[in-house]
């Protein structure tokens, strides 16, 4: 049985990958430092699959629990998800991001190289491409990041490609996510975000269970159809079969490297998203007006057209399903993991 190491495997996106790389009859070993994350993510998604999952509680930057993972599993292939995503954070303390997520990225691969492990599929974000000359964005823009965090991304799909290089006996898929939210429709697993959430859909979800009085609405005079910002929203289980695909392309894709976007290849705006929840939510979801947040782009949205050629995987569900099962999650679970 073909084996698959997931880093950060515990995490929003990645414990979702894990759903759909078991039911595809993966083996999967999951290393994560649970610094942002519980363990009773990895047990809800053997819980959902009705099969066990490893779970290695160790950190990507560690050489000695890296190689021991590496050295027990032999794995076929990596999904490095792990890694501190927060773009405010990024900008307040950007040597803390460049250093944990090189490190973690350069410690991996150096492990994989001595054990012969070759096939690698990694998370990277749209903000590599910062504010976009044109849209829908294809992998072909400018790549210009407007944080470290996003140049961590960055530099990171430029070591891989380099690894690549210097040896053609490898393969990587670099996934450029958009905007992930909603969760596993069981409502077992989803997003849960430590502290005050710096995304909408779960700060919107947390005021929907209670958590929070109302939504700040950053910005209503941008130049949309609504003043409120446009995003490509892609449900999570969607984005979990994205990486499925990548997986499966690697096997015939020796000495390559896949840029991909995933995305719908569809925009919303806010307002469109506060709407949508209070549908799925039945609740009011007040909302406070206030001016822009620093560093948000008026649009950004996907060409998700490589994916569907490259991969075969377009995203298939709708602004109603994320919410509908981001609710499924949060009703759920009003603490999250707790
Ligand atoms: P998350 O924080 O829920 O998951 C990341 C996981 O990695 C956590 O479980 C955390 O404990 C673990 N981790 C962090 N650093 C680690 C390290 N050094 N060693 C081992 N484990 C470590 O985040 P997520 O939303 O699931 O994102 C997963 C990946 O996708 C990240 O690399 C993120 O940058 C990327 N991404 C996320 C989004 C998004 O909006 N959520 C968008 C684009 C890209
Ligand atoms: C979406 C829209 C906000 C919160 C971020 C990261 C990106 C990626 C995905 C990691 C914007 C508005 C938000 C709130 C609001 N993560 N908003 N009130 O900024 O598009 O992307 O997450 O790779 O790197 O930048 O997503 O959900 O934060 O914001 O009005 O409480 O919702 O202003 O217009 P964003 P978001």
């Given at each position: ?7 950060g ?121 910062g ?20 140049w ?12 690549v ?7 990587a ?14 409502g ?51 984005l ?59 649009e ?22 994320m ?9 759920k679970?009003?603490?999250g993991?707790?």
């Amino acid at each position: 049985m073909a084996t698959v190491l997931v880093t950060g495997g515990a995490g929003y996106i990645g414990s979702h990958t894990c759903v759909a790389l078991l039911e595809a009859g993966w083996e999967v070993a999951v290393l994560d430092s649970l610094e942002n994350s519980s363990s009773a993510a990895v047990e809800a998604v053997a819980e959902i699959v009705g099969r066990g999952v490893r779970l290695d509680v160790g950190d990507c930057r560690d050489e000695s629990a890296v190689e021991k993972v590496i050295a027990e599993l032999d794995p076929d292939a990596v999904l490095h998800f792990a890694g501190l995503k927060s773009v405010p954070d990024s900008v307040a303390d950007p040597l803390r991001y460049y250093r944990h997520n090189l490190e973690s990225a350069a410690v991996l691969l150096a492990a994989m190289e001595r054990h012969g492990v070759r096939r690698i599929v990694f998370s990277s974000s749209a903000t590599v491409y910062g504010t976009p000359d044109e849209l829908p964005v294809s992998e072909a823009a400018k790549t210009r990041p407007a944080n470290p965090y996003g140049w961590t991304k960055l530099m990171t799909e430029q070591m891989i490609a380099d690894v690549v290089r210097s040896d053609p006996r490898w393969s990587a898929s670099l996934l450029r996510y958009f905007n992930p939210v909603g969760a596993h429709p069981s409502g077992l697993i989803g997003e849960d975000p430590e502290g005050v959430p710096g995304n909408l859909m779960p700060y919107l979800l947390q005021v929907a269970v209670g958590r929070r009085p109302m939504l700040p609405l950053y910005g209503t005079d941008y130049p949309t159809p609504d003043g409120t910002a446009l995003r490509d929203y892609i449900h999570v289980m969607d984005l979990a079969e994205g990486h499925l695909a990548a997986l499966e392309a690697l096997e015939s894709s020796t000495g390559q490297v896949h840029i991909c976007n995933l995305g719908t290849g569809r925009a919303a705006s806010v307002r469109e998203v506060i709407a949508a929840m209070r549908e799925a939510t039945g609740h009011l979801l007040p909302c406070e007006e206030l001016e822009r947040r620093p560093g948000d782009v008026p649009e950004l949205w996907a060409d998700p057209s490589r994916a569907r050629s490259e991969l075969g995987w377009s995203a298939t569900r709708t602004l109603a399903e994320m919410c509908r099962d981001g609710w499924a999650w949060q009703s759920k679970n009003p603490q999250g993991f707790g």
